[in-house]
């Protein structure tokens, strides 16, 4: 039969095997019951052949099982209490953190009032004064020294709230000011104006130089307004943001120092009596480094010229502010003030600087400002009605920090013993400046 598989057939078709009986051919499920068999009968032999090792092994995997379960059991019972200890330990944590952080925020809150109040002269508009190196010894006798007064000429005396000799370094100088800083870190307006004649040393005492030593005003007070939040402030709950700008009044207009000297307008703000500067840039600071970074940028920008009286003097007006955004993570409070570090222009007389041309229209620029500011603080001291902020653009930036009760605000005077004539000027202006009362400053919200 074709295409059968039956064994059978190879002897009808020519083959030479004669199958009487042939073998049935065994199916797969035979083969698969054969091997079975077999291999329990290798199992049983082996077995047969070495009872004791397995059965010792069973007994010893026993017990290894019961004591791994038994070692489990205790670890189980040992991690249940380290949990619970490391749960009251933590409700403990949070309890002496939560009394700590209160204590820390009633501690902050007295030192603040303490401190403000310190600071706060009763609104007086203070004045320190700064005397640069005499290079003729002779004007010594002029201009005398000491603790908190200086004599001259031997006849009229000044009464100051703090001198600074030529052998004071800035970091003295940053000692004295840095608690009037601190009151931006509590929510209040603080201005710090550096005033003086030309060449007296404004641009040193505010900017100083790229050097730890020789630093100046305005990087010292980041670096310690970054350092006060972090270490003291952050542990209570408060968040601060700073960013800052800079900005020059040159010949009566605006320029942006953090953005390629831009020329900016001014918008009064009736309803605060403050003065926006349109478009001016903010740069975040976040360290240190930023502000080197912003400061030898502002550098290239600002318009410096050598005159009769410095090789490198600043024909505008600066102002570097800093702008701080406080919240507190619980109580939501929030601050928004500014420091304000200003380094004005010099004084300078027309006749004794032999200015010309584009000299001579800067330096009239610089000197009927100058004269704007006396103005302003005059009306205020005299609580006259009318304040001519408006007549320049330097008091109408500034007006918001010499107005009533909305700054602190300090004036370093800076003084050249070797220039009598301007000593003498300076001094006198200082004297009206100390009888100026702006009135207690108000937080800042
Ligand atoms: N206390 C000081 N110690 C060392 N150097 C000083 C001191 N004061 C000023 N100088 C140096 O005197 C020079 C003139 O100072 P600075 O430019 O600060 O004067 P200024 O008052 O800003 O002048 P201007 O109004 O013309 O810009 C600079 O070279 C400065 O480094």
Same mark, same amino acid.
């Given at each position: 039969?074709? =295409?059968?598989?039956?064994?059978?057939?190879? =002897?009808?078709?020519?083959?030479?095997?004669?199958?009487?009986?042939?073998?049935?051919?065994?199916?797969?499920?035979?083969?698969?019951?054969?091997?079975?068999? @077999?291999?329990?009968?290798? @199992?049983?032999?082996?077995?047969?052949?070495?009872?004791?090792?397995?059965?010792?092994?069973?007994?010893?995997?026993?017990?290894?099982?019961?004591?791994?379960?038994? *070692?489990?059991?205790?670890?189980?019972?040992?991690?249940?209490?380290? $949990?619970?200890?490391?749960?009251?330990?933590?409700?403990?944590?949070?309890?002496?953190?939560?009394?700590?952080?209160? $204590?820390?925020?009633?501690?902050?809150?007295?030192?603040?009032?303490?401190?403000?109040?310190?600071?706060?002269?009763?609104?007086?508009?203070?004045?320190?004064?700064?005397?640069?190196?005499?290079?003729?010894?002779?004007?010594?006798?002029?201009?005398?020294?000491?603790?908190?007064?200086?004599?001259?000429? &031997?006849?009229?005396?000044?009464?100051?709230?703090?001198?600074?000799? #030529?052998?004071?370094?800035?970091?003295?100088?940053?000692?004295?000011?840095?608690?009037?800083?601190?009151?931006?870190?509590?929510?209040?307006?603080?201005? +710090?104006?550096?005033?003086?004649?030309?060449?007296?040393?404004?641009?040193?005492?505010?900017? =100083?130089?790229?050097?730890?030593?020789?630093?100046?005003?305005?990087?010292?007070?980041?670096?310690?307004?970054?350092?006060?939040?972090? *270490? %003291?402030? #952050?542990?209570?709950?408060?968040?601060?943001?700073?960013?800052?700008?800079?900005?020059?009044?040159?010949?009566?207009?605006?320029?942006?120092? /953090?953005?390629?000297?831009?020329?900016?307008? @001014?918008?009064?703000?009736?309803?605060?009596?403050?003065?926006?500067?349109?478009?001016?840039?903010?740069? %975040?600071?976040?360290?240190?480094?930023?502000?080197?970074?912003?400061?030898?940028?502002?550098?290239?920008?600002?318009?410096? !010229?050598?005159?009769?009286?410095?090789?490198?003097?600043?024909?505008?007006?600066?102002?570097?502010?800093?702008?701080?955004?406080?919240?507190?993570?619980?109580?939501?409070?929030?601050?928004?003030?500014?420091?304000? +570090?200003?380094? /004005? #222009?010099?004084?300078?007389?027309?006749?004794?600087?032999?200015?010309?041309?584009?000299?001579?229209?800067? @330096?009239?620029?610089? &000197? %009927?400002?100058?004269?704007? /500011?006396?103005?302003?603080?005059?009306? *205020?001291?005299?609580?006259?009605?009318?304040?001519?902020?408006?007549?320049?653009?330097?008091?109408?930036?500034?007006?918001?920090?010499?107005?009533?009760?909305?700054?602190?605000?300090?004036?370093?005077?800076?003084?050249?013993?070797?220039?009598?004539?301007?000593?003498?000027?300076?001094?006198?202006?200082?004297?009206?400046?100390?009888?100026?009362?702006?009135?207690? !400053?108000?937080?800042?919200?």
């Amino acid at each position: 039969m074709q =295409g059968s598989d039956d064994l059978s057939d190879i =002897g009808k078709f020519g083959g030479n095997f004669e199958i009487e009986n042939p073998v049935p051919r065994p199916s797969s499920n035979d083969v698969d019951l054969l091997n079975n068999k @077999l291999h329990a009968m290798s @199992l049983k032999s082996r077995m047969t052949l070495h009872p004791g090792a397995d059965s010792m092994r069973i007994i010893q995997l026993e017990n290894e099982v019961r004591q791994l379960r038994e *070692q489990h059991l205790n670890l189980k019972n040992d991690y249940s209490m380290v $949990e619970e200890k490391f749960r009251k330990q933590e409700v403990l944590l949070h309890k002496l953190t939560e009394r700590y952080r209160k $204590e820390l925020m009633e501690r902050d809150e007295e030192l603040r009032k303490v401190h403000n109040e310190m600071v706060d002269l009763k609104g007086q508009i203070r004045v320190a004064v700064r005397v640069r190196k005499y290079e003729d010894e002779k004007n010594e006798d002029i201009c005398v020294v000491g603790e908190n007064d200086i004599k001259f000429d &031997n006849k009229a005396e000044y009464h100051f709230e703090h001198i600074f000799n #030529a052998r004071n370094d800035q970091e003295m100088v940053f000692g004295q000011v840095k608690e009037l800083i601190l009151s931006v870190l509590h929510g209040y307006n603080v201005c +710090l104006i550096a005033y003086g004649p030309t060449g007296s040393g404004k641009t040193f005492t505010m900017r =100083g130089e790229n050097n730890e030593n020789l630093a100046g005003v305005i990087p010292r007070s980041i670096q310690f307004l970054l350092e006060h939040s972090e *270490q %003291q402030l #952050a542990a209570i709950g408060w968040k601060f943001n700073f960013s800052a700008s800079y900005l020059e009044v040159y010949n009566e207009e605006v320029f942006d120092l /953090l953005d390629q000297r831009k020329k900016c307008d @001014l918008k009064l703000n009736g309803s605060t009596s403050s003065t926006n500067v349109i478009g001016l840039k903010k740069v %975040q600071i976040k360290s240190i480094f930023d502000t080197e970074t912003l400061m030898n940028l502002a550098d290239s920008y600002r318009s410096t !010229a050598s005159t009769g009286c410095n090789s490198q003097s600043s024909r505008s007006h600066a102002i570097f502010q800093i702008h701080v955004d406080a919240i507190h993570s619980k109580t939501g409070q929030i601050a928004k003030c500014s420091l304000n +570090l200003v380094d /004005l #222009a010099g004084s300078e007389r027309v006749k004794e600087s032999g200015a010309q041309g584009e000299r001579f229209a800067e @330096l009239t620029n610089i &000197n %009927q400002s100058l004269s704007t /500011l006396k103005r302003c603080i005059r009306a *205020q001291m005299n609580n006259s009605s009318h304040i001519p902020f408006r007549e320049s653009k330097l008091t109408l930036l500034l007006r918001t920090y010499l107005g009533k009760g909305s700054s602190k605000t300090m004036f370093i005077a800076h003084l050249n013993p070797n220039d009598v004539a301007e000593t003498k000027r300076t001094l006198e202006f200082t004297k009206e400046l100390r009888s100026t009362n702006l009135g207690r !400053a108000q937080v800042q919200k």
